[in-house]
T-cell receptor
Framework: GAVVSQHPSRVICKSGTSVKIECRSL??????MFWYRQFPKQSLMLMAT?????????EQGVEKDKFLINHASLTLSTLTVTSAHPEDSSFYIC?????????FGPGTRLTVL | AQSVTQPDIHITVSEGASLELRCNYS??????LFWYVQSPGQGLQLLLK??????LVQGIKGFEAEFKRSQSSFNLRKPSVHWSDAAEYFC??????????FGGGTRVLVKP
């Protein structure tokens, strides 16, 4: 199956700093990628849809100025958490849209101190 | 708006016993339905999907699911559980723009 990677797998940062998470489709091109957030013992919540070459579309309640998404190529989307605060601590998961299904990355654990 | 409900938060099953995970969905049109498994440290893996056609869908790792439109259900089953099946299972419905809405998940524990 198609492979999606995320980097870093874990990151710890201080409150007020920004963190960038990369999502790459390794063996296929994806015009659409998705970013999800998962709190402990909870489900995945879609944050935004990332489209190559255009602005991301955010779900209701997601602050687009806090969660900056860039999809500059067909294999790379980035999520930047700006001015991170402890409440942004979570597990962030990306996926890349294939022909009939989404392929998921392994996730990034963000801890904001 | 689409939604997915997984009524069971936890299920404990003995190794070798059968497993059934429940999933109910709400969607206005013909749904695209998915079951994913999430193991610690690994990304979500697709077990099976239903788009149309035969309502009994076979997936990987010996799993199957049955789409029942009248009950708005898409329950996942496995005849004989292995210890490696211990994981979190998510049911999801696909909507416009390929967006997925996930259920709350069911954690499966396997007793030896």
């Amino acid at each position: 199956g198609a492979v999606v990677s995320q980097h870093p797998s874990r990151v710890i940062c201080k409150s007020g700093t920004s963190v960038k998470i990369e999502c790459r489709s390794l063996d296929f091109q994806a015009t659409t990628m998705f970013w999800y957030r998962q709190f402990p013992k909870q489900s995945l919540m879609l944050m935004a849809t990332s489209n190559e070459g255009s602005k991301a579309t955010y779900e209701q309640g997601v602050e687009k100025d806090k969660f900056l998404i860039n999809h500059a190529s067909l294999t790379l989307s980035t999520l930047t958490v700006t001015s991170a605060h402890p409440e942004d601590s979570s597990f962030y998961i990306c996926s890349a849209q294939g022909a009939n299904e989404q392929f998921f990355g392994p996730g990034t654990r963000l801890t904001v101190l | 708006a689409q939604s997915v409900t997984q009524p069971d938060i936890h299920i404990t099953v003995s190794e070798g016993a059968s497993l059934e995970l429940r999933c109910n969905y709400s969607y206005g049109a013909t749904p695209y339905l998915f079951w994913y498994v999430q193991s610690p440290g690994q990304g979500l893996q697709l077990l099976l999907k239903y788009f149309s056609g035969d309502t009994l869908v076979q997936g990987i790792k010996g799993f199957e699911a049955e789409f029942k439109r009248s009950q708005s259900s898409f329950n996942l089953r496995k005849p004989s559980v292995h210890w490696s099946d211990a994981a979190e299972y998510f049911c999801a419905v696909g909507g416009a723009g390929n967006k997925l809405t996930f259920g709350g998940g069911t954690r499966v524990l396997v007793k030896p």
